[in-house]
């Protein structure tokens, strides 16, 4: 079974924090996705990755940056944190012979003060 | 123009009714397509994945593709509590594109 873990469940941040929301997937996936999901605007893509130290826009990238050193993880960083960042934020992982199916973390809810 | 559409919710069906939820895509070009499904406080996870026209069936489940009509369904046959969630969506578009194109879900509320 694929798995893919999130570091935190609950945050909680003041505004202008600088955060960090981590990813790791143990199946070997080359690609890996951050999305924010908010009520009525369902998933959208902040940024992906097709492989080590790659990093892709998608399409909200704008107040977030991303970190792929290793394969296996994958790091969503807020530089300065705002209110209007406040949502669920979910990491997942795919892999070109598996159909490009998205395998989805538990998700990191964020609330920033 | 959303490039991934889902017929607009909330869906109430009777338990042991069906269940249909549809969406459609503006990329012809589009080769994968996925639903997931995401209970509440949850992330979403895979029900069904359709790669070519025609149904697909899992269970209880039927995914269903039409290319010519840019058009995929998910039917959930003998419909439970339990299937009460929201229905997502999801598509790879053409190209060299890895990444999913979301819907914006329907939900589904099974009444018992």
């Known amino acids: 079974d694929v798995k893919v873990t999130q570091s935190s469940r609950y945050l909680v941040k003041r505004t202008g924090e600088k955060v960090f929301l981590e990813c790791v997937q143990d199946m070997d996936h080359e690609n890996m996705f951050w999305y924010r999901q908010d009520p009525g605007l369902g998933l959208r893509l902040i940024y992906f990755s097709y492989d080590v130290k790659m990093k892709e826009k998608g399409d909200i990238p704008e107040g977030y940056s991303v970190s792929r050193e290793k394969k296996e993880r994958f790091s969503l960083i807020l530089e300065s944190a705002s209110t209007n960042q406040t949502s669920m934020y979910l990491c997942?992982?795919?892999?070109?012979?598996?159909?490009?199916?998205?395998?989805f973390g538990p998700g990191t809810r964020l609330l920033v003060l | 123009q959303k490039e991934v559409e889902q017929n607009s919710g909330p869906l109430s069906v009777p338990e042991g009714a069906i269940a249909s939820l549809n969406c459609t895509y503006s990329d012809r070009g589009s080769q994968s397509f996925f639903w997931y499904r995401q209970y509440s406080g949850k992330s979403p996870e895979l029900i069904m994945s359709i790669y070519s026209n025609g149904d697909k069936e899992d269970g209880r489940f039927t995914a269903q593709l039409n290319k010519a009509s840019q058009y995929v369904s998910l039917l959930i046959r003998d419909s439970q509590p339990s299937d009460s969630a929201t229905y997502l969506c999801?598509?790879?578009?053409?190209?060299?594109?890895?990444?999913?194109?979301f819907g914006s879900g329907t939900q589904l509320t099974v009444l018992p």
């Open positions: 999801a598509v790879q578009l053409g190209g060299s594109a890895r990444q999913l194109t």
């Open positions: 997942a992982s795919s892999s070109p012979g598996a159909g490009e199916t998205q395998y």
